[in-house]
Structure formats: structure tokens, C-alpha cells
């Protein structure tokens, strides 16, 4: 399997007074679901932003061997795809922030696009997950955070873009029913041949999701990381 990430000695500190993390050192390869835990303010979510080039950091990150810069960072962001817990409010309806993001000239056309109406995928994806097509034309401000947790996540799949995943408590605000389904739907598009998704980097505080979605499990601590090498329960 080919090693999509590279993490190595990885430091990140709030100031030069405070590290938030240090010496990280760890590989994604192609099929791995890696689950990241850890106390709070251990650092996950910024290890997912460090890798996704919106933070700063010390040390080396590379995706397929090379740097993000040598990429051109907005067509690294659309192959290593960060998530975020809670989606920023944005002006507008998810519809307009869909048709936006589609037009960038980095990102190529998904598998299915619509009559001119705006890209399809991303709105088939969040129906199975319980969302009316009508939500995607309600201010982001209208929408629950469940609903708006929802619609952000199926645009990161629906776009199939994204070889690399970077999740972050992707289900936290949905019910245990709603969660299943992400879960399972993100799971076979990891095994489907015209998903461009091969790996997943998947913050979450629940050990039974942990073992339900992941292969790895990763300890992030002040001082470092620790994997279990087992593999985590199918």
C-alpha cells in the first residue's frame, strides 16, 4: 500500500512559552482509517490542521513525498480534505457555498453533476443521510448542527476530490441512528473503485466508534504519539 502522509517530528506550540504538542512521528497509508484520541487539548484538532496546511508547525508533512507548497497549497487542500467539528457560519445557503467552492479552478468535476442547477453528489450523499434537498437552500444560520455537520461532510465526499480525509468529530452532534449511517456510507466509499478517497484521519472521543470505524488507533499527548498496533475491532 502506498504511504499517502508523512508526519515527522512535528512540533506545534501556542507560543514560545507553550507547546501544544511535539515530535510527532507517523505514516497514512492507502485503506487505513487511522482514529486519533487523545485528553483534551492534547492537540488533535491542530495535528488536522497541520497537516492540512492551515496551521503553523516545525518539522515535516508530506503527502505522496512531496510538500504542500510544491503542490501549490489550494490543489493540496482538495486532495487532503480538512473537516471540521462545527462548519464556520458562512453568508448564504450551503447551495451557493456548493456552487462556489465547485468553480475553483483546483477542483475537477465530481462524478455526477446536475442541469446547471449546481453539482448533485454532495446532495445525494446527505439524502442518505437524512437531509432534504430543500435544507441546501436554507441559510447556514437556519440550519441545526446536526443539519449543517451533515451537509459539510457529504460536500467533502461528494466533491471526490479528497484522497485523504482529515475528520473532526465528524458525528458529534448527530443522533446515534444518523451516525451509523455516516459511518457505514464513509466506510464504502473507501472500498469503492470511483471514489477517489483512500484514507481517513477521524478524530473522535467514543472508543465504541473507534473500533467500529477504525484500522489504527493513535494516542496524541503534550510529549508525543503513541499507536497500538493491534487493529481496532471491524
Not at 446536526?146 to 465526499?157: F, H, Y
Request: net charge neutral; aromatic share 6%; glycine share 8%.
Amino acid at each position: 500500500m502506498a504511504t499517502l502522509i508523512e508526519v515527522r517530528d512535528v512540533s506545534c506550540a501556542k507560543d514560545n512559552e507553550h507547546t501544544i504538542f511535539s515530535k510527532l512521528d507517523f505514516d497514512v497509508n492507502e485503506g487505513d482509517v487511522v482514529v486519533l484520541q487523545g485528553k483534551s487539548g492534547s492537540g488533535k484538532t491542530t495535528l488536522l490542521k497541520c497537516i492540512a496546511h492551515l496551521n503553523v508547525y516545525n518539522g515535516r508533512i508530506l503527502y505522496r513525498g512531496r510538500t504542500a507548497k510544491s503542490f501549490g497549497v489550494p490543489s493540496f487542500r482538495t486532495k487532503v480534505f480538512y473537516v471540521p467539528q462545527k462548519p464556520s457560519l458562512l453568508s448564504g445557503t450551503p447551495r451557493d457555498f456548493l456552487a462556489t467552492v465547485s468553480s475553483f479552478n483546483s477542483r475537477k468535476v465530481p462524478r455526477s453533476v446536475s442541469d446547471g442547477s449546481g453539482l448533485t453528489y454532495p446532495i445525494e450523499v446527505a439524502k442518505a443521510w437524512g437531509i432534504d434537498e430543500e435544507l441546501w437552500d436554507r441559510n447556514w444560520s437556519n440550519l441545526s448542527g446536526g443539519e449543517s455537520q451533515r451537509i459539510a461532510l457529504a460536500t467533502a465526499v461528494g466533491l471526490n476530490t479528497a484522497e485523504v480525509l482529515l475528520l473532526d468529530e465528524p458525528t458529534s452532534a448527530l443522533d446515534p441512528q444518523s451516525t451509523v449511517l455516516v459511518e457505514r456510507f464513509i466506510s464504502n466509499e473507501l472500498r469503492s473503485p470511483e471514489s477517489e478517497l483512500k484514507a481517513i484521519l477521524w478524530i473522535t472521543h467514543s472508543e465504541e466508534q473507534g473500533r467500529r470505524v477504525g484500522s489504527r488507533l493513535l494516542r496524541i499527548s503534550n510529549s508525543g504519539c503513541e499507536e497500538e498496533a493491534r487493529l481496532l475491532d471491524p
